[in-house]
């Protein structure tokens, strides 16, 4: 069967109610208010035929009402993880990264590229206002075929063989995508961390849009604001992902409130469309309170007892100090795999500005001799007590495309390798203290740089330092904040990037293989590449690397096959380039992440994953489904 009839109907019985949903029970939380009349009632508050369940796995259970669940986070603008974790989404993978519908009711797959969305008839935004037809409607043609909100047009993601969509928007319940070549990212993209948000909330946004707000309001704000017209108002209110506009209307579990941090509160959306099995609406919890601490404080106040459900800020260093602490902090450790290809990755630059520079980055020998000076084994062993797999930056075992082989694939330590690499490169001459000179006579010294946010890729880079030495190569290490450093390497002005692994280390047939070609400016091995392609030649460099074309061919073809085993084949070459090109140098994976889940919280799987795409960290596990038995 083609991939997308089966999705079809895995989508269609997913979507399809048995025997009609049960009847929606108000939250005690809620119950003042609806016998106020402040709110309605649930019946009237939820979908006709709201999501139903679908938590009843992993020995998960139906739970108890109410309760303020507490969480610990680093940085302020991580309260865009609330929408993240909370992982409502028109289509979501579930525990076996199936996606299913979620927001929507339904979807229809013709011939690949027609996709014929159906919402949940009586949806409703959290301040009550119908979610219809027209927020979709309203970001298509006054969002993303607008050139002041949307200067670079519609985005990439949305195009196919450069074009965009015909959308189109029958009744008040329906939209339908439709392009003229088949799409298999589509439903994969609707249900990413960061969605690209294919809707809005028109009846909130309008007024600062200047084909529907009044002028004289949208000029006060704009002056009040301080803002340069309409369009910055209008994104600045347009605040989907980041979670930092309390007044924008919202479809996750959890709504912002008013007020900065350090303290940041989150009350439970009234208006949320999933049921427990007997009706209860979700979520179960009524709060979440989001504290910001100092980033090495977290192990600390975690130990201490002041979270209730802790992943951010924790490493696996972590791991020895919190289970000393479980018992008086009354909390359990539960270790979860994380599903990066690799924990910690290196990335040369192939577009770096420096001619010297990228004529060594280009040269598969280096990328080869500097994986073999690479000790995983040592980093396995000081790291992670042995728990890690050491390897290259690849699909991981659980992964149906894993293959042990390529994990180690010019990825064991070999310093005679690597010195005979270098030495047949040409970079025989040797400074005073050993290391190798660049032909122009500069040390053979590269600056690696790193957004300062990792203990771990501090300390494995720590670790590569003097197995590089040996090699005759230097290791320096520059930090820099995260927008800068991407920059930098958008620009072409750094050398060496760390970073994570490929997000997806888990890639089944049908998800998108576009980390592994150089069709993302955001792939820190080769940005400029990325920037060509993704604004058709009107930026960056073109390819120019015959395995990176290549690279390029097989993405095309992976968009264009009919089904998973075509699209198999198609990851596999991909995946064999890169272990032989070591475009990515990977170093271990596999890490296990420390999930503390306080003794409290019910329905936290005991054996989870840990992954951001796909999977959203917390978002396939259903916060809303977690309960609290204080």
């Known amino acids: 069967m083609r991939l997308l009839e089966a999705l079809i109907l895995a989508l269609a019985f997913a979507g399809a109610a048995a025997a009609g949903p049960p009847a929606p029970l108000d939250p005690p939380a809620l119950a003042a208010a609806v016998a106020a009349g402040e709110l309605p009632p649930a019946a009237l508050r939820l979908p006709s035929d709201p999501l139903v369940g679908g938590f009843e796995t992993l020995g998960r259970t139906t739970g108890r009402s109410g309760g303020t669940l507490r969480i610990l986070l680093p940085k302020d603008k991580d309260v865009r993880l609330l929408n993240v974790w909370g992982y409502a989404r028109l289509v979501g993978y579930d525990e076996n990264f199936e996606l299913r519908p979620d927001i929507l009711s339904a979807v229809e797959v013709k011939d690949g590229r027609v996709f014929t969305l159906r919402l949940r008839r009586g949806h409703k935004w959290s301040d009550g206002a119908p979610f219809t037809a027209e927020d979709f409607r309203y970001y298509w043609e006054d969002i993303a075929n607008n050139p002041a909100l949307t200067p670079a047009g519609v985005p990439e993601e949305l195009l196919v063989d450069g074009r965009p969509p015909a959308v189109s928007f029958p009744d008040d319940a329906t939209v339908i995508y439709a392009w003229e070549a088949p799409n298999p990212r589509f439903l994969a993209l609707l249900a990413q961390a960061r ?14 849009h200047e084909a529907y707000g009044e002028a004289a309001d949208i000029a006060a ?32 579990p959890f709504l912002i409130e008013p007020g900065g941090g350090p303290l ?33 404080l977290i192990g600390a106040k975690t130990a201490a007892g002041d979270s209730d459900l802790q992943a951010r800020g924790l490493s696996f260093a972590d791991t020895a100090a919190l289970k000393s602490a479980r018992g008086k902090g009354g909390f359990r ?16 630059n192939l577009t770096a500005a420096d001619p010297v520079w990228r ?85 053979l010294e590269i600056l690696v740089e790193t957004s300062g946010e990792s203990a771990e890729e501090t300390a494995i880079l720590e670790l590569v330092a003097p197995a590089w030495k040996k090699a ?53 091995c080769w940005p400029r590449w990325g920037q060509y392609v993704q604004t ?10 015959p395995e990176a074309r290549r690279l390029l061919e097989l993405y095309a073809a992976w968009v264009a096959s009919p089904d998973d085993a075509a699209r198999a084949a198609i990851w596999t070459e991909m995946l064999d380039i890169h272990a032989a090109e070591q475009f990515t140098i990977g170093t271990v994976s596999g890490v296990l992440q420390p ?5 409290a919280l019910r329905n936290v799987p005991e054996n989870g994953v840990f992954g951001w795409e796909p999977g959203a960290q917390f978002g396939i596990y259903r916060i809303d489904a977690l309960w609290l038995d204080r």
Request: no cysteine; proline share 7%; glycine share 6%.
């Open 359 to 443: 004529a060594l980055m280009r040269d598969r020998r280096f990328r080869q001799a500097l994986s073999a000076a690479i000790d995983r084994d040592d980093i396995n062993a000081t790291l992670f007590f042995g728990l890690a797999t050491p390897g290259n930056n690849t699909a991981l075992k659980e992964s149906p495309l894993y293959d042990p082989a390529r994990t180690a694939r010019e990825a064991v330590f070999d310093l005679a390798r690597a010195n005979a690499l270098l030495d047949e490169i040409g970079l025989t001459q040797r400074g005073a203290d050993g290391l190798r000179l660049l032909p122009d006579g500069r040390k």
């Open 536 to 545: 058709k030649g009107q930026s960056g460099e073109a390819v120019d690397l």
């Open 221 to 252: 704000l704009v002056a009040a604001e301080k803002v340069k017209g309409w369009a910055a108002l209008h994104n600045r209110r347009d605040s989907m992902y980041d979670n930092d506009n309390a007044d924008m209307p919202s479809l996750q």
């Open 333 to 348: 450790v539960l270790l979860w795999p994380v599903t990066k290809g690799a924990q910690v990755a290196l990335y040369p």
């Open 595 to 599: 999930v503390v889940v306080s003794n």
């Open 195 to 208: 969605e690209p948000y294919i809707y809005r909330p028109a009846h909130y946004l309008k007024r600062f």
């Open 472 to 524: 005759g190569i230097g290791l320096l290490v520059r930090p820099y904040e995260r927008s800068v450093l991407r920059n930098r390497a958008y620009a072409g002005e750094s050398v060496m990037t760390v970073w994570s692994g490929f997000e997806n280390g888990v890639p089944r047939p049908a998800a998108s293989p576009d980390e592994l070609a150089p069709v993302r400016q955001d792939m820190l």
């Open 264 to 296: 940041y509160r989150f009350r439970r959306n009234p208006y949320f469309h999933r049921l427990d099995p007997y009706g209860m609406q979700l979520p179960y919890i009524d709060a979440v309170e989001a504290t910001v601490v100092e980033p090495g």
